[in-house]
């Protein structure tokens, strides 16, 4: 890939440029902790990770969830989240790395399964604004999987696929791509095994700057 083929990037939030996998996996250990549930571990965490989170559930327990525990399980992972999202900051190199992709004349968005509006308080909170040209997390009920979302933020953003870059950290986010034709590169923030992440044939780094130069560089 040179770098002038790629006009636009599309950042996720949750484990990418938002740091925010180590608590995700904490939160669902309390869940189920909480629950009475069997244990989850961070290391049967990241074995098992798929969305829809329902069918995540489902992998951890090791059967189906009933509807009602399922409901318990939501409400206990969103108690713990909330309670410690105001402590969780930026990956490390997150500035540096819009800013990389701003001096490079590239636009760049956030698109994300997290709620809306708690994702531009988020934004805001950081100071991204002036960054990105457009936001986009969840509005209404969840839809389990990042391809149609990523196709609907694409249409809005009048970019064609070929010309967007997506840096995401998770299976669904290479997945998403690959459906709707963008570019991927995936960031190994913890949130599944590396193995898990190679599996899907796309570029894996450590940093989100390295997620830039492998894919923006002429050589690549």
Known sequence: MTHSEVTHVVWDWNGTLFDDADTLIACTVEAFARLGLPPVTAERYRTLHTQPIDAFYDRLLGRPVPPALRA????????????????IGL?????????????????QSVLSMHPHDALTALIDRFALRPYLV??????????????????????????????VLLVGD?????????AAGTRCVLYASGLHSPDALHAEGVPVVHTLEHALATALSPAS
């Open 170 to 178: 998770s299976v669904d986010d290479a997945r998403a791509a690959a």
């Open 134 to 163: 457009r936001v986009d997390g969840q509005r209404g009920a969840d839809a389990g999987y990042k391809r149609d979302h990523l196709v609907a933020h694409l249409r809005a953003l009048d970019r064609r696929p070929g010309d």
């Open 91 to 107: 990956a490390p190199d997150a500035v540096a790395a819009l800013r990389t992709v701003a001096e490079a004349g590239l636009t």
């Open 72 to 87: 318990e399980l939501h409400a206990a992972f969103h108690d713990a989240y909330l309670r410690r999202r105001p402590g």
